[in-house]
Nanobody
Framework: QVQLVESGGGLVQAGGSLRLSCAASGSILRINAMAWFRQAPGKQRESVATITSSGRTYYADSVKARFPISRDNAKRTVYLQMNGLKPEDTAVYYC?????????????WGQGTQVTVSS
């Protein structure tokens, strides 16, 4: 059974920083792309940042230069460093990973972690 477990969310004032982590565990053979999504109340889930297995990164325009994404393949973990947080960054943040396991090859989601930015 493959699991993604996120941590690092919380309440922060505008301009502050948070670092999200997402660790994959289980019968994993390979992790391809890893990504962060977010969903604000009343809005659709949107892509925030993606990192491929080779380290190539992609960002939403709204977070570019503020939210660097990184990964530690040995730890099977992806990180999202969130700097210069704004109230509009408030959302539940979800980790997503494309994983080849002993049973299947598909995308997995974490349970989500709340990020709240006060003005």
């Amino acid at each position: 059974q493959v699991q993604l477990v996120e941590s690092g969310g919380g309440l922060v004032q505008a301009g502050g920083s948070l670092r999200l982590s997402c660790a994959a565990s289980g019968s994993i053979l390979r992790i391809n792309a890893m990504a962060w999504f977010r969903q604000a109340p009343g809005k659709q889930r949107e892509s925030v940042a993606t990192i491929t297995s080779s380290g190539r990164t992609y960002y939403a325009d709204s977070v570019k230069a503020r939210f660097p994404i990184s990964r530690d393949n040995a730890k099977r973990t992806v990180y999202l460093q969130m700097n210069g947080l704004k109230p509009e960054d408030t959302a539940v943040y979800y980790c997503n990973a494309d994983i080849i396991s002993t049973a299947t090859n598909r995308g997995y989601w974490g349970q989500g972690t709340q990020v709240t930015v006060s003005s």
